[in-house]
């Protein structure tokens, strides 16, 4: 179930999968980014300055977004990733950040291999399966076993504001997606990022899943949205703290 939270007196949204572990969406109220907006850049740049005095780190781990597939297990030594939309981390009290307007924000985490992962799935992301990969990735190079993870879905574009192009919908929706992913209607094409991201991550053998309703253009007033916004906005982060 997710909840609004407040971290550092700022509205974050957290699920209940989750409790014990340090993990939130962020809100338009705390921007760790700015992104285009140039005039958030000071704030976003204090409040993460909070953020990792209060979390005990010297930096967050982070990525420059692409739209791809390509996931990384972090080091110790190394905080940025280039060309990269999945980090993993299994390094105690490491923390990561990624960032979003739209795109899914998926957290994936172990209680008992006290290891997780952020995802960043648009939908290029969703339709290279970057999730299901992530899950993968961590059973083959971390032995987690993907019954023990638990996944939540982050805040994105909901289905009734996210139409795509037939070109889109083609490469997005696979043959063996349920109804629910999508829906077709007056000629107009329209997806589901949150649940086929859902769809994938149950494909993966993964069971504890939590999955907001929140659309960020919906609810451009509490998250940032890059189509409701066109393109002119910040982002929301998604944030894990691995356990010390
Ligand atoms: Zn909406």
């Known amino acids: 179930m997710f909840y609004f939270d407040s ?12 409790d014990g572990i340090d993990h939130f969406f962020t809100t338009r109220e705390f921007p760790l980014t700015y992104a285009d907006r140039e005039d958030l850049k000071e704030e976003a740049e204090q409040n993460r300055k909070k953020l990792t005095e209060e979390f005990k780190i010297k930096a967050l781990k982070t990525a420059k977004q692409t739209h791809s597939d ?8 190394q905080d940025f990733y280039d060309d990269t939309d999945a980090l993993i981390s299994n390094i105690e009290n490491s923390a990561m950040i990624l960032n979003f307007a739209d795109c899914t924000p998926i957290i994936l985490y172990s209680y008992k291999d006290n290891a997780g992962a952020l995802v960043h799935a648009g939908w290029r992301g969703t ?6 990969k992530t899950v993968l990735k961590m059973e083959k ?17 909901g289905i009734e504001c996210f139409e795509v192009s037939e070109e889109v919908f083609n490469k997005l929706i696979k043959p063996d997606y349920p109804e629910n992913t999508y829906k077709i209607k007056d000629g107009k094409f329209f997806c589901d990022l949150k649940q086929i991201n859902k769809f994938q991550i149950e494909s993966s053998g993964v069971v504890k899943i939590d ?26 982060s998604s944030i894990l703290k ?3």
């Not at 971290?7 to 989750?18: E, M, P, R, Y």
Request: with cysteine.
């Open 7 to 18: 971290f550092l007196g700022k509205k974050v949204l957290k699920s209940t999968l989750l």
């Open 70 to 77: 390509h996931i990384q297990i972090v080091k110790e030594n």
């Open 127 to 132: 339709e290279k399966e970057i999730v299901y």
């Open 141 to 157: 190079e971390l032995n987690v076993e993907p019954k023990n993870l638990t996944a939540v879905i982050g805040p994105a574009i």
């Open 211 to 236: 999955r907001t309703n929140y659309c960020t253009s919906c609810m451009s007033d509490i998250f940032f949205s890059y189509r409701k916004e066109n393109g002119k906005t910040a982002r929301h």
């Open 242 to 244: 691995i356990r010390g």
